[in-house]
Each structure stands twice: as C-alpha cells, then as structure tokens.
C-alpha cells in the first residue's frame, strides 16, 4: 500500500514518517502538494527517519467515519501505516481558502480512533507526532493549518512547536509550488524546523510515552 518507498534510515530504533498527501490530482500527474511532501520527507530521511508517502486519491478511500467502511475500502491499510509511523505528514492544498475534501475525508476516516485504545487503555494515536503541510496560490494558509491541527489533535497526535509549514502564490495568479525553481529561503526554513521539531518530540515520546492515568 505504500506508494513511495522507505527512505534511509538509522537503525532499528530509527523513527519513521509517513506523508498522506491529499491532492486532488491522481497519479502521474505532477502535484504541489506532493512536491512539497517529498521536500519534507527529504530533510526526515537526513535525520535518519525512514520514510513512505500515500496520494490518498490514488486508493479506495471509502467516505465514512469508521475503521473499516467494507466493500474493498483501502483505509484499513493506509491506517496500518499511520499505525506504524512515529510521525505523520498531513499535506493538502488550499481550495476556495480552505483544505482540500480529500484532507477533510482523511480526518474524518482518522475520527474512528478516538474510541480506539492500546494495551493500557491510552487513545491509540498517543505518542505520534503530526504536522502540517499546505500549498496554494490563494489566502487561507494559517487557517486551513489551524483546522487540520485541531483535529489530529483531537485523535491523540502531538503537535511539535512550529509543527505546520506552507507556500502561497500571489492570489489568483497561475504560478504553484512545483514550478519554483527554488524553495524560498523563508518556506525552507520553515521546513527545516518543522522536521527537526518534529523529530525531537517524536524522540522524547519513544523514550517517554504519555502516562495511561
């Protein structure tokens, strides 16, 4: 089920990320989001984090807010991996100012597990780290990150400090992120510290879970 291999990693104890990258636009057509996605997962893999990617869109992504919606519903597997991930990588664009329905849809699939518990009765989210990516060439940056932040957080993910990063075209101009020739020093910065955050918090919850009561 994953679409893009795992990247290098560290050793056995090494942590890992996972992207779901919730575009519109199917495979193999370029994506910004996904573009800024890899950017991502890149500056993980330098950190020693093994990491995967799934294009939402590209599965049988039943709509629903259960586990399993049934008749052959690809959820069940990409939540495996979020299940086996220490960090999750939630990238969509901005549509008319807000997130993509594809990110709306994986939150609403991710509402399941707030009723589900691990082996010390703890939310099972618990001690995974999320963070935010957005891309768009209209406003509404801070406010889709905002969304998105609210319900991870509802699930059980721990935000990091500066846990969200985004790039925003001039408004109603036609210019996207994967036709940069280059990051912008500030987005880049952005970026380096959202995973070099989000890699500490994910280091200090494996070495110090959430405590059950």
């Not at 495979?27 to 995967?52: C, I, N």
């Not at 609403?108 to 009723?115: F, G, I, P, V, Y």
Request: aromatic fraction near 4%; glycine fraction near 8%.
């Amino acid at each position: 089920m994953t679409d893009q291999p795992a990247g290098s990693s560290a050793g056995h104890d090494s942590l890992s990320a996972l992207a779901l990258v919730c575009t519109l636009t199917p495979s193999p057509t370029p994506s910004s989001t996904e573009l800024m996605a890899r950017h991502l997962l890149g500056r993980f893999e330098a950190r020693g984090v093994s990491t995967s990617s799934v294009r939402i869109v590209d599965h049988d992504v039943k709509r629903g807010v259960q586990v399993d919606m049934g008749d052959g519903d690809e959820w069940p597997q990409i939540r495996e991996q979020v299940l086996a991930a220490d960090i999750l990588v939630l990238a969509t664009p901005i549509w008319m100012g807000h997130p993509a329905s594809v990110a709306q849809q994986v939150l609403e699939r991710l509402n399941a597990d707030l009723s589900e518990t691990d082996d010390a009765g703890r939310p099972i989210m618990y001690d995974k780290v999320a963070t935010v990516a957005v891309v768009g060439n209209e406003d509404g940056a801070h406010h889709t990150i905002a969304q998105m932040f609210q319900g991870l957080n509802d699930v059980g993910f721990s935000i990091p400090a500066q846990g969200g990063t985004y790039w925003v075209g001039e408004a109603m101009q036609t210019v996207d992120y994967k036709d940069l020739g280059a990051i912008p020093d500030p987005v880049a910065s952005t970026h380096d510290g959202l995973v070099r955050n989000a890699v500490h918090l994910a280091r200090l919850l494996r070495g110090q879970a959430y405590p059950a009561e």
